[in-house]
């Protein structure tokens, strides 16, 4: 026989790229997410038996982002006329969303307040910190910058401070996972409203409620969040930790400058070595000295000594050792390390991990312009994308840490373990899901889909 192709045909085999969802989808099934969203979402939205079912709808619509292949929401109605798409789904065609019905079912979601979106995220961290036990729990907060503004014609989407329009959630993580999303219009810089205070005031009394009343608690952040009212709730309610950096104000520079040399120490990691030293400050509008730590770059990553005029100063303000309910529960978790100063500046240089977080959702996303006009519906998409993501993040711990590595990117993930043809086959009351013998080795698919259906379950309260 040659080998040489000369014609094309037609199968009516139920044949996708998409080999990976199935699993990925069954785990999430088996955690119970979507009970907990039902529950979550009763009473506040009207469920149409009749239409598409809210579990039809998580599930295309977390395949959609996890997929990243059509990122339009007219795809879906290309998706409709995919039978092997719909069998990776495990239903039928006629049960695939429209583009209509997606676009209806997201206008049903607009009243849904950031609020309510942030009860399921609670629910999953609390999942999240009973499974990994931390004896300290660090937390990051930042703002990110969702470029539209080559759509200009959306509601919110306002000047930002990158001089573009487009939209600016808050978001604190921990770890590799957004554990409370504040969706907002582009103008909200950081430290808006009250919105800072009031987002890590819900974090810190939902872990002390549902987690631990003892765990010491970090909060990292840059310049953008260091406000002494936050100070003061932190030091005087809720009794945490903050490492924030702050500006270089002229006096400040002037008390520096006039330091002897002996008052500095270095700091290396790798080829990096900072001069850093220690006192207390109180700006003119502070009712009371704080921990400072000033930074000073002397060699870069490269190895290469930095020039003066190129060196990027710091300033690092910090309650740890100056706030004593806090400090009690940090020592007794073991935590004396981060009383150094060494520690602090670690900790403070370490916050750039947050814009990590920020990279792998855009990556998810595959753009950053959000597709409806109206902001409520614009809040839903953005809530489900976070949801899908902190979702991602759990199945590579639970399910694919022995395949890949947890510190992958979204687009790295797929085409290792979404992206792989399959082809579903039914015999003897059975749906098979098919692989190359090449694929079945590589990522051993078999003992993936054991794992999917066992996973740890989301505890509802």
Known sequence: M????????????????????????RYLQ???????????????????????SLQSFLKQIIAYFMDGTNMAISGFDQRKADDGYASLLECTTDQLASSHQIKRYFRKLSVVTNFIFNKILSELFVWRLHIDKPRIIELGIDTMVLDNNSATKREGNEPTYKRKKSFQPLHISWGRFLVDVMFRKGSAHSNHGTDYIDRVRS????????????????????????????????????????????KLYEDLKEYIGALPGESFGELTKDKVLWDYTEFASK??????????????????????YVMDFEKP?????????????????LKAAGGTSYFEAETIVRKSHERGADELIHRSIKELATKEQLPFKHLGMNRA????????????????QDVTAKVIPITVYPNTFRRKLIDFAVKITSRARNVFLNVTKAIYHA???????????????????
């Open 203 to 246: 974090v810190v009394t939902l872990i002390r409620k549902r987690y631990s009343a003892d765990v010491p608690i970090i909060l990292a952040a840059d310049s953008g969040f260091a406000d002494q009212k936050a100070y003061r709730v932190f030091e005087q309610d809720l009794h945490i930790h903050y490492i924030t950096t702050g």
């Open 2 to 25: 040659g080998t040489k192709i000369t014609k094309i045909g037609v199968t009516n085999d139920k044949i996708s790229a998409r080999g990976g969802l199935p699993l990925f989808l």
């Open 283 to 304: 700006l003119k509008s502070w009712s009371k000295f704080r921990r400072c730590i000033f930074t000073r770059l002397q060699r870069d990553e490269t190895g290469q």
């Open 443 to 461: 990522i051993n698919i078999d003992d993936l889909w054991k794992q999917c259906q066992s996973p740890p379950r989301i505890q509802m309260v």
């Open 313 to 329: 100063d710091t300033i690092i303000y910090t309650n740890i050792g100056n706030c004593p309910e806090a400090d009690k529960k």
């Open 381 to 396: 998409y953005y809530f489900m994308m976070v949801i899908t993501h902190f979702l991602f993040e759990a199945y590579k």
């Open 30 to 52: 088996k955690t119970g997410l979507y009970k907990l969203i039902a529950r979550v979402f009763e009473g506040v939205i009207s469920v149409n038996n009749k239409g598409l």
